[in-house]
Every structure is written in C-alpha cells, then in structure tokens.
C-alpha cells in the first residue's frame, strides 16, 4: 500500500503562481509512476502532468505545458507541480496518483493508477 498526501492549494489571482506537493509513504516511492489530475464538478477527472520513476521522463496536457512543471524527489517520497501562469480555468480539485512502474511510459488515463490522495482544492480568481 502507498498514502498519497497532497498540499499547497489554495485560493490565487489569475496570473499567480502555486507549487502542490504530493508525499508518500509505505512502499518504495522511486519505483512508482506518479501523475498529477485535476477535477471540477460534473466532469471526469482529468490528466494533467506525469513523470517517470526517475524523474527522467514527464508529459502535459496541452493547456498547462509551458506554465506547470512536475518533478520529484525520491529522497523525499515526494513529487511537485509548479504551477505558474494561473488561470482561471486551472481551477479544480488536484489529485496526485501513483501506478508501480519501472517504465518511461506515461500513462494519462486514471483507472491505470492503483493510489490516489485525497485531494488539494486549487482557485483561481480573475
């Protein structure tokens, strides 16, 4: 089993800058593919960013690449999204999910991922 805890949302203007972070623990956290997910009412939970167990690959959906970057640290059983460039659209709840992977194949569809926290409400204002 593998606890997921994300933290760092909140309420930002448009424009503002957040960084979620998502710590692990149980198993070992380097061999897992993490992602992170987003979700607003009425919608299906959707992929936003992904890195590989090492770090050494990462993937985004359209509208966030080149405004969110994710990274990871093993040491500390945990991965980041920078999330820079606000907008409001980016408003929803944040999950970070992880998949036991030792590939550089980032999976974006969420049934793939066997962990998930609880959840990290980001708003943003215009």
């Known amino acids: 089993q593998v606890q997921l805890v994300e933290s760092g949302g909140g309420l930002v203007q448009a424009g503002g800058s957040l960084r979620l972070s998502c710590t692990a623990s149980?198993?070992?956290?380097?061999?897992?593919?993490m992602g992170w997910f987003r979700q607003t009412p009425g919608r299906e939970r959707e992929f936003v960013a992904g890195?590989?167990?090492?770090?050494?690959?990462?993937y985004y959906i359209n509208s966030v690449r080149g405004r969110f970057t994710i990274s990871r640290d093993n040491a500390k059983n945990t991965v980041y999204l920078q999330m820079n460039s606000l907008k409001p659209e980016d408003t929803a709840v944040y999950y970070c999910a992880a998949e036991p992977s030792i590939s550089t194949v980032i999976h974006t569809t969420p049934s793939v991922y066997d962990y998930w926290g609880q959840g990290t409400q980001v708003t943003v204002s215009s």
């Open positions: 890195i590989s167990w090492r770090g050494g690959t990462t």
């Open positions: 149980g198993r070992t956290f380097s061999n897992y593919l």
